[in-house]
């Protein structure tokens, strides 16, 4: 019998549905990969068994009355980001120590409303602030990719790196993954996964602990662009108690695989050719456009001029949101409280020992940008930068361009603990160079693994859509997969 | 732009963090750095440029003005660190 963890999620519906193999064999399954590589790997930061098997059970009851959801008996892992009903929800940070929340996310609703099981909570970079995973409060996550003939241990990337390695690991079927500067796209492009961040207002933020709320958006990791489409269509919708989830019906994402490219034109941004980027990634960018030539794209250059702009804005509109959606961990209402002579002695001691390096750093950032005398010549300024890096885009689009490609990342999976990074927080940042304008645009972007660079690794190019027209993302992802094939690690944990 | 000890104190105590001996000095170098990578910001005309604040042209929902959730007292103070008869426990504010 094959492993039922090689199943996608398209390959695992068919033989559940056709009650070849049970939801609740394929819980096991997934539960006893988790249970042997977790302690390599660290992906998960609490696997909840119980709740995976009643929910597969239940899924099983429904398969058998034929009354089986889009995702019925899919084993999935969540991102700790996610609240998730009477079960771990800490952002992976120490400051909402034992929180487990009264409610459920709008997202993680959908996909059990639609019959998905949860396997459990998967490790991140602490409130999502992070491109390595390393500021997790639960340790650094370990990417089931290593160099050709190395044993040195690489990061998955982040924020979202725990998503990334458990569907590279094959330790879930498909994962949540949440964006806020290229934290789906940046460690699906270093584990050779899927990833799609939808257009602002597509998923619902209700329930997601928010880190910078004008650029958060929650989209799935998964093995295959097919998965990412069936992942996307049940996380998706309308929310009433998200004012900035948009008023339009969630389309069959997958119906957009296998269309043509004839008459598509593809923007090919010349900004995004960086000074010291490795030639493999240039490569990888021109093989990515013969793709779409071959396929029948018309392949048109275009200028995004303010691109460069983008990171530095983001470093001040993301930190200053970041300040004030993490006002409320004061050791008041959940999670740490460390006591003090009064209570602003309570609130600083609780945040001190609470919030990591970088969580810390960004918050600090956000207040200064955002205090007296600095607000317009930081704050406003980035606001009006964005509005210009938004024009670039619209202009591009409105010349007739369907999508534009781009390199994911300027490198792949770098090491554990690169003390040049470690060491200057900026250049920790450069890894969102190409992803985070998407963010400040609000569009959709994808990332898709396209080939591995000269040491093995896995690399990826990006997507980006015009807004809420994933469904074109999806069919250009889907050409680029059929003619670069898909990646998977070789197994040594 | 950059910041001095006593602007990392003043945005320290903004912030609510307690800052331990050494930390002022460690976050004001970083801040710093990051302060003089925005600093290129400066370069970028936006004269009649309006702020965004908004990614996407939407109107604001609006709710109708009614209670629809509430009488959940428990539920709210469940995971607070100290908490007596459903009010949260904080030190003495007034003397």
């Known amino acids: 019998m094959t492993d039922l963890t090689s199943l996608t999620i398209a390959a695992?519906?068919?033989?559940?549905?056709?009650?070849?193999?049970?939801?609740?064999e394929l819980t096991e399954a997934y539960l006893s990969a988790i249970d042997s590589a977790n302690g390599a790997l660290n992906a998960y930061i609490a696997v909840t068994p119980d709740k995976a098997r009643a929910m597969a059970k239940a899924s099983d009851e429904r398969l058998a009355s034929g009354k089986a959801g889009a995702l019925e008996g899919i084993p999935l892992g969540i991102k700790d980001l996610f609240a998730t009903e009477g079960e771990h929800t800490q952002a992976c940070s120490h400051i909402l120590d034992g929180f487990k929340p009264r409610y459920e996310s709008t997202v993680t609703a959908n996909l059990w409303k639609d019959g998905a099981v949860m396997l459990g909570k998967l490790n991140m970079d602490e409130f999502a602030m992070g491109s390595s995973n390393e500021s997790s409060w639960y340790g650094p996550v370990v990417n089931p990719w290593r160099a050709r003939g190395s044993e040195e241990k690489l990061v998955p990337g982040g924020s979202s790196g725990g998503s990334a390695a458990a569907v590279a690991a094959r330790l879930c079927a498909a994962a949540t993954a949440t964006d806020t500067g290229g934290s789906i796209r940046q460690p699906a492009a270093f584990t050779g996964t899927v990833g799609i961040k939808p257009t602002y207002g597509r998923c619902s933020r209700w329930g997601i602990a928010a880190f910078a709320s004008s650029l958060d958006q929650?989209?799935?990791?998964?093995?295959?662009?097919?998965?990412?489409?069936?992942?996307?269509?049940?996380m998706a919708s309308v929310d009433k108690m998200d004012t900035t989830s948009v008023d339009l019906p969630v389309p069959d994402y997958e119906a957009a695989l296998g269309k043509s490219l004839k008459g598509r034109k593809i923007g090919i941004p010349r900004e995004y050719r960086v000074d010291g980027m490795p030639g493999e990634i240039e490569a990888l960018w021109q093989q990515g456009i013969a793709w779409l030539k071959d396929a029948g794209a018309e392949i048109v250059d275009i200028s995004l001029p303010h691109t460069k702009y983008a990171l530095p804005a983001y470093y001040i509109v993301a930190p200053a949101e970041a300040s004030s959606n993490l006002a409320r961990y004061d050791g008041v209402r959940y999670g740490l409280r460390v006591d003090g002579k009064d209570i602003a002695d309570m609130y600083e001691k609780t945040r001190a020992a609470g919030f990591g390096k970088e969580v810390k750093r960004r918050i600090m950032i956000g207040t200064y940008v955002l205090s007296a005398g600095y607000y317009d010549a930081y704050y406003i300024k980035a606001q009006k930068v964005r509005t210009l890096i938004k024009r670039d885009f619209e202009l591009a689009f409105h010349a007739g361009v369907d999508a534009i490609l781009t390199p994911a990342t300027p490198s792949s999976a770098f090491a554990i603990g690169d003390k040049e990074l470690a060491a200057d927080p900026v250049k920790m940042y450069l890894n969102d160079i190409f992803t985070v304008t998407v963010n400040m645009a609000g569009l959709p972007g994808m990332a898709i693994p396209a080939g591995l660079d000269p040491k093995g690794l896995p690399l990826g190019l990006q997507l980006i859509g015009k807004p809420f027209e994933?469904?074109?993302?999806?069919?250009?992802?889907?050409?680029?997969e059929k003619a670069a094939g898909t990646f998977t690690p070789s197994k040594w944990w | 732009m950059s910041v001095d000890l006593a602007t990392v104190k003043r945005v320290a105590r903004l912030s609510r963090i307690a800052l331990a001996d050494g930390e002022a000095e460690r976050m004001m170098g970083e801040l710093n750095g990051i302060l003089g990578f925005v600093e290129q910001l400066s370069e970028v005309n936006v004269e009649g440029v309006e702020p965004m604040t908004s990614v996407t042209p939407m109107a604001m929902k609006k709710r109708v003005d009614a209670v629809t959730d509430g009488d959940k007292a428990a539920d709210i103070v469940a995971n607070a660190p100290v908490s007596e008869q459903n009010f949260f426990l904080v030190p003495k504010v007034v003397e």
């Open chain 1, 12 to 24: 695992a519906r068919d033989q559940l549905k056709a009650r070849t193999i049970s939801a609740t």
């Open chain 1, 470 to 480: 994933e469904e074109t993302l999806f069919t250009v992802a889907d050409v680029i």
């Open chain 1, 218 to 234: 929650a989209g799935p990791i998964a093995r295959d662009v097919r998965d990412c489409a069936i992942m996307l269509k049940s």
